[in-house]
Nanobody, 122 residues
Framework: QLVESGGGLVQAGGSLRLSCAAS??????MGWFRQTPGKEREFVAA????????RYADSVKGRFTMSRDNVRSTAYLQMNTLKPEDTAVYYC???????????????????WGQGTLVTVSS
């Protein structure tokens, strides 16, 4: 089970931190995806829990940072310099044994959270 938290309303240029707490099954990769109405879900970021290796979508590089706390089985997404186009429902996902090129593929993720809404006002 994955439970997200931390979404909300923020002005453009502001920051938010999303959290994703995992329980039950053990995973070694966690990711964040986002979706806006009428669009397909898109990859945002992912992290390997064993070594902290990350991958980011080009649209968030330099602004978003993903981290993890293995003791708490929690992954975080620090979002800085937010833009109105970052407005979306953000979903946490978890998987095992993804190679680097697969970390952005949502069909490789076995577990999903319920989503948390992030709204960035202009």
């Amino acid at each position: 089970q994955l439970v997200e938290s931390g979404g909300g309303l923020v002005q453009a240029g502001g920051s938010l931190r999303l959290s994703c707490a995992a329980s039950g099954r053990t995973f070694n990769t966690m990711g964040w995806f986002r979706q806006t109405p009428g669009k397909e879900r898109e990859f945002v970021a992912a992290i390997r829990l064993i070594n902290g290796g990350t991958r980011y979508a080009d649209s968030v590089k330099g602004r978003f940072t993903m981290s993890r706390d293995n003791v708490r089985s929690t992954a975080y997404l620090q979002m800085n310099t937010l833009k109105p186009e970052d407005t979306a429902v953000y979903y946490c996902a978890a998987a095992n044994n993804l190679i680097q090129s697969s970390m952005a593929s949502e069909d490789r993720y076995a577990a999903w959270g319920q989503g948390t809404l992030v709204t960035v006002s202009s």
